[in-house]
């Protein structure tokens, strides 16, 4: 058995803690010594209503524990109040999990701007506004774990969930930038995609489904992407029912025009070149993809031609 990963000393916020992956997050890190900021806004799944209820009763059980966590009623779009909480509170901030979420589902054709802007106010505009206010206190000292909850339907779209998986991305293009910006200060950015029955997920969820999928199942990847023995920064990864994996982009080998003159029909000739998976790479950085591009024989900037 491995030595068992602790927290102690460390300050976590862990948003929308009041039910399923949240709090099951929470509950792990108060029982590994890490004092919990406990924040929810005790809404419904839709973004409506309001309650303490549901961050209460986490902080009882963490205290039940013996641990120590601390309530925050606010919505994660007043992202500097729930900081300002584990300053006053515990002095510092040195994990953040991001993971307050509501859906509001719609075709795209029926999708009210009002269910576009409440998605991406509580998902995109939370996770900013409450790691942008962690982010200097991490920096000045050295040290932040920050973990990001974007969702399948992010990656890979899913119907009547045009404003979530837009989100959902958007967390995944703030987590690459963010590692890249905090990773000199030790303070690196990860992503999940977890898959777990909650009320949320229970909208779109057979019951049976929904009990299987336990989120303890998800909590174990987030808590070590937490820890400070991890050193994994900007990496995205795929959890829920023990499985684990991790994600990248893939690049085709793609055509080269050159410096010759093409237009769409030339394009549409190579269609099939352009889409060949036969032949693969992986960049991980703006410079990784453009590189390749420019210095390749057939542009009109390789080969020393600039
Ligand atoms: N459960 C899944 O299968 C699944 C899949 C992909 C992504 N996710 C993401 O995981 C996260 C957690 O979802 P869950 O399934 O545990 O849902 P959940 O409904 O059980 O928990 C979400 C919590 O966030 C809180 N919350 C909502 N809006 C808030 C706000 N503005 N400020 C503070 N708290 C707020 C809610 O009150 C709730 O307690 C969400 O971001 C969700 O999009 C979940």
Redesign the pocket.
Same mark, same amino acid.
């Given at each position: 058995m491995a030595d068992e990963l602790r927290y102690d000393g460390r300050v976590a916020i862990v948003?929308?803690?009041?039910? !399923?992956? !949240?709090?099951?997050h929470a509950l792990l890190l108060g029982a590994r010594g890490a004092r919990v900021v406990v924040? *929810?806004? %005790?809404? *419904?799944?839709h %973004?409506g209503g309001q309650?303490s209820a549901?961050?209460d009763q986490v902080v009882a059980e963490i205290q039940a524990m013996g641990g120590t966590a601390v309530a925050? &009623? *606010?919505?994660?779009?007043?992202g500097d109040k729930?900081v300002q909480a584990a300053l006053d509170h515990f002095g510092s901030v040195d994990i953040v999990i991001?993971?307050?979420?509501?859906?509001r589902d719609s075709s795209f054709a029926k999708m009210t701007e009002h269910d576009w802007d409440l998605i991406y106010?509580?998902?995109v505009l939370?996770a900013f506004r409450v790691t942008h206010a962690a982010w200097p206190h991490m920096r000045s000292k050295g040290y932040g774990r920050v973990v990001m909850?974007?969702?399948?339907?992010?990656i890979y779209g899913n119907f009547g969930q045009a404003n &979530?998986s837009m989100a959902?991305m958007g967390m995944i293009g703030l987590a690459s930038t963010l590692a890249i910006e905090g990773g000199a200060k030790n303070v690196l950015v990860n992503t999940?995609? +977890?898959?777990?029955?909650?009320?949320?997920?229970?909208t779109?969820?057979p019951p049976q489904m929904?009990e299987a999928?336990r +989120?303890d199942y998800?909590t174990p990847l987030a808590a070590y992407l937490c820890h400070e023995s991890c050193q994994e920064n900007g990496g995205l990864f795929e959890v !829920?029912a023990g499985f684990h994996a991790k994600l990248r982009w893939e690049r085709t080998a793609g055509h080269h025009f050159g410096s010759q003159p093409f237009g769409p029909e030339e394009v549409a000739e190579k269609w099939l070149e352009i889409g060949d998976f036969s032949q693969v790479s992986h960049p991980k950085s703006i410079a990784e993809s453009v590189m390749p591009i420019l210095q390749s024989a057939d542009s009109p900037f390789g080969h020393g031609k600039v």
């Amino acid at each position: 058995m491995a030595d068992e990963l602790r927290y102690d000393g460390r300050v976590a916020i862990v948003t929308g803690a009041g039910n !399923g992956l !949240g709090r099951a997050h929470a509950l792990l890190l108060g029982a590994r010594g890490a004092r919990v900021v406990v924040n *929810d806004l %005790g809404g *419904d799944v839709h %973004g409506g209503g309001q309650s303490s209820a549901a961050a209460d009763q986490v902080v009882a059980e963490i205290q039940a524990m013996g641990g120590t966590a601390v309530a925050s &009623y *606010d919505s994660v779009e007043a992202g500097d109040k729930i900081v300002q909480a584990a300053l006053d509170h515990f002095g510092s901030v040195d994990i953040v999990i991001n993971n307050a979420g509501i859906l509001r589902d719609s075709s795209f054709a029926k999708m009210t701007e009002h269910d576009w802007d409440l998605i991406y106010r509580v998902h995109v505009l939370g996770a900013f506004r409450v790691t942008h206010a962690a982010w200097p206190h991490m920096r000045s000292k050295g040290y932040g774990r920050v973990v990001m909850t974007t969702s399948a339907a992010g990656i890979y779209g899913n119907f009547g969930q045009a404003n &979530y998986s837009m989100a959902k991305m958007g967390m995944i293009g703030l987590a690459s930038t963010l590692a890249i910006e905090g990773g000199a200060k030790n303070v690196l950015v990860n992503t999940i995609a +977890p898959i777990a029955g909650s009320r949320l997920s229970g909208t779109v969820m057979p019951p049976q489904m929904a009990e299987a999928l336990r +989120p303890d199942y998800v909590t174990p990847l987030a808590a070590y992407l937490c820890h400070e023995s991890c050193q994994e920064n900007g990496g995205l990864f795929e959890v !829920g029912a023990g499985f684990h994996a991790k994600l990248r982009w893939e690049r085709t080998a793609g055509h080269h025009f050159g410096s010759q003159p093409f237009g769409p029909e030339e394009v549409a000739e190579k269609w099939l070149e352009i889409g060949d998976f036969s032949q693969v790479s992986h960049p991980k950085s703006i410079a990784e993809s453009v590189m390749p591009i420019l210095q390749s024989a057939d542009s009109p900037f390789g080969h020393g031609k600039v």
